[in-house]
């Protein structure tokens, strides 16, 4: 009987991972089938998702560590991940975030001990902190599947391995130097990290954590003067707080639980952390006026393809009307701007816009409205002659008679009126720039055909043909000026702000949301944007093919909004705004900051792990008589 007892316990997780990764294959099989009567999979990507992590977990929870406490520590790793997870999402959880990191400094410390006593190793924090970062993953942007299940996954678990690295630095500086350095490492490696999330190639800052405010802005406005990092100071300092004092109770602890005075001991200091920038942000938003400044009618427009299956089948003329049908409907006699969503016309020859059949039907639409300025949002291509110079950057296509041809897409913006649609110089025109790594760019592949070839039947592409530009545009329309912002843009505040310093004072972000289904990732994206209001203090409207449409003022809030997965579109009166936040002006503060006290540490770190330890050495030449 104990022996059975013995071997069950021992089995236990992996038989709970098997059982798991047969439900992954289950789920799997109802998405193929979903995908084949060209339904999205919605929710059932995150099933799927963690399904395959608990089957994973299961069969290595035994080689998770070796330390006595391995269930305890699992459980701590996991419970770390469900709380950032819920904080991030709603609203009502806001209070998560500031304990979220408590669990996993807990396993840290003890790691760190048992380290002292050579009882375990830097594996172990690096797999007790992957769960816990890939949980958190899961649970927040599980619907980047959606879009594409393998190219999904691996954006999912290598985000989660990127978030490891500034977690092992910090034990690396804490076990190099002290507990009080290591914690202002922690601090200053993370933010370190999300600086560095916003600038590579593989860039995917979706998870931020000054992001996680987004859904209540009234915290966080202050962000006009330290964006969305100040919110990741806030964060970590408070969980480093409440870690502290939770420290100096366990150290003279008489009871297992804390009593009512112990509690106020370790909550009493973090909770003035906490409500001090709460009441600051509540003054500035009470001081702020978002009615200021020159009035505009906007009109955004929301056709509703699903992109998936039916979107980019749709025939020209299907797409035209129903555009033109929305402005009719809608549109009045005073409206300023109309606001078309990412990629509303395909294949647009980028050459010669002004022949191009979308451009010159919607030459029609200024008989009606004289005044108004329309922002669309096109996708389009420069095909190469045989014989043409060509950049180093192109995508290539082979034909069935064995030429190759040529070619750059672009995903653009224009801007047309009365008196530019017919004028001599070219058209008004912006290119996206921030690319989305895996589906709209696959960086450090291009080189390797066999990885550019996979890639591109994954439904990617390799960087090759989707061309950017170096710098933002404004829009300088007679009725103001306009930013276009197209999609992922959006969730980069300091990218947003060149924006500004180039004359916006409107921002329109143009998106398509579709590929993700009604699930939180729209709403994410959605919220992100009100962030970008209040760091540059203008406000923003969204223009997206399925929803959610919606204007935003310059505090953050949320005016207007449309209903996801419905056609239609949405009229609202805006403020253009001249001022320059703080922000704007000084964007990458506190990235530059973290980066130089990261490399000091760091070097510092390495240093002393290289050099002789002190004591060590004068008990050597003790020992020798030196």
Not at 269 to 278: Q, T
Request: aromatic letters at 16%; hydrophobic letters at 45%.
């Amino acid at each position: 009987f104990f022996i059975y007892i013995f071997i069950m316990n021992k089995y236990i997780p992996a038989i709970l991972g098997l059982l798991a990764l047969l439900g992954a294959g289950l789920l799997g099989s109802q998405m193929q089938a979903q995908a084949a009567a060209e339904e999205i999979w919605g929710y059932s990507t995150f099933a799927c998702l963690i399904f395959i992590w608990l089957g994973i977990l299961g069969f290595s929870w035994n080689m998770m560590t070796n330390l006595p406490n391995r269930n305890q520590l699992i459980a701590a790793s996991s419970l770390s991940a469900l709380l950032l997870s819920l904080g991030f999402m709603f609203n009502w959880a806001i209070l998560a975030l500031f304990v979220g990191f408590l669990p996993l400094l807990w396993i840290e410390n003890e790691v760190y001990k048992a380290r002292a006593q050579r009882k375990t190793s830097y594996w172990t924090i690096f797999k007790l902190s992957y769960n816990t970062f890939a949980i958190w993953n899961i649970c927040t942007t599980y619907w980047v599947a959606n879009a594409g299940f393998i190219p999904g996954c691996i954006a999912i678990f290598l985000n989660s391995f990127f978030m490891t690295l500034p977690f092992l630095a910090f034990h690396f500086v804490k076990k190099q130097h002290n507990e009080k350095l290591g914690f202002i490492a922690f601090v200053s490696f993370w933010l370190s990290f999300e600086w560095w999330h916003m600038y590579w190639d593989l860039s995917w800052p979706w998870l931020t954590l000054g992001n996680s405010f987004a859904h209540s802005t009234y915290v966080v406005q202050w962000y006009e003067y330290t964006g969305v990092f100040g919110g990741g100071i806030w964060i970590l300092l408070v969980n480093l707080a409440i870690f502290h004092r939770f420290q100096l109770w366990y150290a003279n602890k008489t009871s297992f639980w804390p009593d009512k005075m112990a509690l106020r001991s370790i909550l009493a200091r973090p909770s003035v952390y906490i409500a001090l920038p709460v009441v600051f942000s509540l003054v500035l938003g009470w001081l702020h006026n978002p009615e200021e400044g020159e009035k505009r009618q906007v009109l955004l427009l929301q056709p509703n393809y699903e992109p998936h299956f039916k979107k980019f089948n749709a025939s020209y003329n299907e797409t035209f009307n129903n555009f033109y049908q929305l402005i009719n409907e809608n549109a009045k006699a005073n409206t300023d701007f109309i606001i078309f969503p990412e990629t509303s016309f395909d294949d647009v020859n980028i050459r010669d816009l002004r022949q191009s059949l979308a451009v010159q039907d919607l030459d029609t639409v200024f008989q009606q409205l004289p005044n108004v300025q329309l922002i669309v949002g096109i996708s389009a291509l420069k095909i190469y002659e045989k014989d043409e110079v060509r950049p180093e950057k192109v995508g290539k296509v082979v034909r069935k008679n064995g030429e190759s041809l040529y070619y750059n897409s672009y995903n653009s913006a224009i801007w047309l009126d009365k008196n530019n649609i017919n004028a001599t110089e070219s058209l008004p025109i912006y290119h996206k720039s921030k690319l989305v790594p895996g589906s709209e760019i696959m960086p450090y592949v291009s080189g390797i055909d066999f990885l550019s070839d996979w890639i591109m039947d994954l439904g990617g592409t390799t960087g090759y043909a989707l061309t950017t530009q170096a710098n933002r545009v404004s829009f300088a329309t007679p009725r103001g000026n306009v930013a276009p912002v197209i999609c992922y843009e959006s969730i980069y505040g300091d990218f947003v702000t060149q924006y500004i310093k180039k004359g916006a004072a409107l921002l329109a972000v143009m998106t398509n949301d579709g590929w993700w289904g009604d699930t939180d990732g729209y709403k994410q994206h959605l919220n992100f944007a009100r962030l970008r209001a209040i760091e540059t203090r203008r406000w923003v409207v969204r223009a997206a093919n399925s929803g959610s449409s919606a204007v935003i003022n310059s505090k953050g809030e949320i005016i207007a909004q449309t209903v996801y997965n419905t056609r239609t579109a949405l009229p609202a009166e805006v403020c253009l705004k001249t001022e320059i936040s703080f922000f704007v002006r000084y964007s990458n503060l506190i990235g530059r900051i973290s980066l130089l006290l990261t490399s000091i540490l760091l070097v510092s770190a390495i240093g002393k792990l290289l050099s002789p330890n002190r004591k060590e050495v004068q008990q050597l030449r003790k020992d020798n008589n030196m």
